[in-house]
């Protein structure tokens, strides 16, 4: 085999004897992005979790805090709806008018 396929279909077992032709080099360097990959996927991940959790502190926190003023009597002035613009109204009349269709029948 002169490393060309010549048209074939390149079987299982060429493939494997393919890569076992590799030098250390390539093998090194390909295990070495493996382990790379993994570490970053993992500490992505730790990133993303982190982030979540930092923010669901946060949130308790000051549902912690507005509960806690309440417990002890803190609380602002009852809330009133808002004032509203009065407006003038004046009434309208109307009537339906019903559209007769007095033309003969075809």
Do not use: C
Not at 30 to 36: D, F, K, M, N, P
Not at 64 to 89: D, T
């Amino acid at each position: 085999m002169n490393g060309r396929m010549n048209g074939r279909r390149m079987s299982g077992k060429q493939f494997l004897e393919l890569l076992a032709r590799l030098p250390a080099r390539v093998w090194l360097q390909a295990s070495l992005a493996i382990v790379g990959f993994i570490v970053l996927a993992v500490l992505g991940f730790a990133v993303i979790a982190g982030v979540a959790v930092v923010a669901l502190v946060a949130i308790l926190a000051f549902k912690a805090k507005a509960w806690i003023a309440s417990l002890f009597g803190r609380r602002g002035p009852p809330a009133e709806p808002p004032q509203r613009e009065m407006r003038q109204v004046t009434d309208v009349s109307y009537e339906i008018v019903e559209k007769k269709d007095n033309s003969p029948p075809r």
